[in-house]
């Protein structure tokens, strides 16, 4: 199985900053990898697909970036909704795995 | 707007079996790859299974195969997660998701349910 480590574990940023999240998988998967967002009380978020393919109705401000084994998505001037939780998922071969998660704070 | 809700979920003894179910709308459902995926408490997340648009097709994990099984009724827009054999490693809250289908390998999920938990414990 591939197996896909997220880091950091956690970050703390404050609004209108740009922060940064790595995702290293255990071999190489090309381009295909997907990020979601976590918030309490809603349904995941898919951000992005295929490395770096914004889902539709994503704001802008989101983007990733990477292939083979590293990848990163990035989130420029964060706005208070963007606090939560991130995690990778690599949609390259079976079975399709996740990572750890990052969990995003306000500084 | 896409809608997926999910159901069935509770406590169950190790060993003893439950059926989820979620209820889509919004979308046409039969046009759709489903999936299930979980989530312990306070872990990540772990993709369980996947179904074709039929039904004809189903993916699983080493971790569930031979013990859960997915299905879909395309008619009632439901799917379906029956989980047998349940242990308390399947303790999680389980999410019913709709596969993606941009892409060559469109096996992400781009909608997702709240999710139902499900409690394995005497």
């Known amino acids: 199985d591939v197996q896909m480590t997220q880091s950091p574990y956690n970050l703390a940023a404050s609004p209108g900053e740009s922060v940064s999240i790595n995702c290293k998988a255990s071999k190489s998967i090309s381009k295909y990898l997907a990020w979601y967002q976590q918030k309490p009380g809603k349904a995941n978020k898919l951000l992005i697909y295929?490395?770096?393919t914004l889902q539709s109705g994503i704001p802008s401000r989101f983007s990733g970036s990477g292939s083979g084994t590293d990848f990163t998505l990035t989130i420029r001037s964060l706005e208070p909704e963007d606090f939560g939780l991130y995690y990778c998922?690599?949609?390259?071969?079976?079975?399709?795995?996740f990572g750890s998660g990052t969990k995003l704070e306000i500084k | 707007e896409v809608q997926l809700v999910e159901s069935g979920g509770g406590l169950v003894q190790p060993g003893r079996s439950l059926k989820l179910s979620c209820a889509a709308s919004g979308f046409t459902f039969s046009n759709y790859y489903m999936a299930w995926v979980r989530q312990a408490p306070k872990k990540g997340l772990e993709w369980v299974a996947t179904?074709?648009?039929?039904?004809?097709?189903?993916y699983y994990p080493d971790s569930v195969k031979g013990r859960f099984t997915i299905s879909r009724d395309n008619a009632k827009s439901s799917l379906y997660l029956q989980m047998n054999s349940l242990k308390s490693e399947d303790t999680a809250t389980y999410y019913c998701?709709?596969?993606?289908?941009?892409?060559?390998?469109?096996?992400?999920?781009?909608?997702w349910g709240q999710g139902v938990m499900v409690t394995v414990s005497s």
């Open positions: 179904i074709s648009t039929s039904g004809s097709r189903t």
């Open positions: 998922q690599q949609h390259n071969e079976y079975p399709f795995t």
């Open positions: 998701a709709r596969r993606g289908v941009m892409g060559i390998t469109p096996w992400y999920f781009d909608y």
């Open positions: 295929d490395g770096s």
